[in-house]
T-cell receptor
Framework: GAVVSQHPSWVICKSGTSVKIECRSLDFQATTMFWYRQFPKQSLMLMATSNEGSKATYEQGVEKDKFLINHASLTLSTLTVTSAHPEDSSFYIC???????????????FGPGTRLTVL | KNQVEQSPQSLIILEGKNCTLQCNYTVSPFSNLRWYKQDTGRGPVSLTIMTFSENTKSNGRYTATLDADTKQSSLHITASQLSDSASYICVVRDSNYQLIWGAGTKLIIKP
């Protein structure tokens, strides 16, 4: 099946620094990727939709200047958490969709996630 | 307001037993319903996708049902294994391609 990878799998940084997380579709091209955030014992919360070659669409309440998203190619999207603070500590998960398989549904494949801890 | 509610919040069963997880939704208009399995510290993995016209869909020991009239879905796990311990998340897509996520059911299988 389709594979989505994330790097790094975990990162610890100091408050005020910036952290970049990469999301790659390994064996397919993804025109659309999604970024989610998940706090402990909670479900995934969509942060933004990333489209290749255009600006990301952010969900309400998500600061676009703090969470910079770049979808530079059909296989790579990056999320940069700028000036990270302890409250940004969370599990960040990306996903990519393949359209047109599984009976016509778009199928969403998730990366393994990145655990961010801001000290 | 579009919502997806899952029950129970958590469930503990013995290995080898069966269990059923519930999902009720108020999403309208409805496009499809998905069940995901999420292991701790990992991304979700799709188990099933069901449309309005499908009542039952199986994936190995996982069987999902859908009643579009009552807006209810269930995920039945037979002969549970220790590796089934995970969170199971119900997600409903509306016709505007928005995904509405349930909070998940945390399932623990004990030997």
């Amino acid at each position: 099946g389709a594979v989505v990878s994330q790097h790094p799998s975990w990162v610890i940084c100091k408050s005020g620094t910036s952290v970049k997380i990469e999301c790659r579709s390994l064996d397919f091209q993804a025109t659309t990727m999604f970024w989610y955030r998940q706090f402990p014992k909670q479900s995934l919360m969509l942060m933004a939709t990333s489209n290749e070659g255009s600006k990301a669409t952010y969900e309400q309440g998500v600061e676009k200047d703090k969470f910079l998203i770049n979808h530079a190619s059909l296989t790579l999207s990056t999320l940069t958490v700028t000036s990270a603070h302890p409250e940004d500590s969370s599990f960040y998960i990306c996903s990519a969709i393949i359209t047109g398989i599984s009976g016509g549904f778009d199928t969403q494949y998730f990366g393994p996630g990145t655990r961010l801890t801001v000290l | 307001k579009n919502q997806v509610e899952q029950s129970p919040q958590s469930l503990i069963i013995l290995e080898g037993k069966n269990c059923t997880l519930q999902c009720n939704y108020t999403v309208s208009p409805f496009s499809n319903l998905r069940w995901y399995k999420q292991d701790t510290g990992r991304g979700p993995v799709s188990l099933t996708i069901m449309t309005f016209s499908e009542n039952t869909k199986s994936n190995g020991r996982y069987t999902a049902t859908l009643d579009a009239d009552t807006k209810q879905s269930s995920l039945h796990i037979t002969a549970s294994q220790l590796s089934d311990s995970a969170s199971y998340i119900c997600v409903v897509r509306d016709s505007n391609y928005q995904l509405i996520w349930g909070a998940g059911t945390k399932l623990i299988i004990k030997p």
